[in-house]
């Protein structure tokens, strides 16, 4: 019998992160963008104030997948949400029950946590993933647009002068 273990990540796991990181971003044909380092992963996750959280899904002891989340806050609601930034499993150990996991634990700390939403972005194109979800109940927003400055569009309009 499979037996599937969450924890919660250790400095010792930045590898492996970015590791899961950059085949997920190879994944959505995005590898090009996937820059962080290992020093990044480290200070975010590790540091004495971290503002970012991950866990490691491991099946028979061997490293699966991991989900890396943040807290936000909702003013409609006057209660923080749980937002998953990044769920991944290898693709040797999809199917397995790994991705389900992972997902009821972030609920889980969602529910203790005393949160009022669970959130996550899925792209279009991945109908794997959104017909997974929605098989337990989640469903998507359609109703918003999300937006999105970086790069020297970022710089640019936070150095205006108007």
Not at 8 to 27: C, K
Not at 81 to 104: H, I, M, T, W
């Amino acid at each position: 019998m499979t037996r599937i273990n969450i924890r919660p990540a250790t400095p010792q796991d930045v590898g492996l992160i970015r590791h899961f990181v950059r085949e997920l971003a190879e994944y959505e044909k995005a590898l090009e963008e996937a820059k962080a380092s290992e020093q990044d992963f480290h200070q975010a996750l590790f540091s004495d104030n971290p503002k970012v959280w991950s866990v490691i899904c491991e099946i028979d002891s061997e490293p699966a997948g991991f989900a890396l989340y943040f807290f936000n806050y909702s003013t409609w609601t006057g209660k923080h949400g749980l937002f998953l930034e990044d769920l991944y499993v290898s693709p040797e150990y999809r199917g397995s029950g790994a991705g389900k996991a992972l997902l009821k634990h972030l609920a889980q700390i969602a529910v203790q946590s005393d949160c009022r939403r669970f959130e996550w972005n899925v792209l279009d194109w991945n109908q794997s993933a959104i017909d997974f979800y929605e098989s337990f109940g989640a469903r998507p927003q359609s109703e918003w647009v999300g937006y999105r400055l970086t790069g020297q569009a970022l710089r640019d309009f936070a150095s205006s002068q108007d």
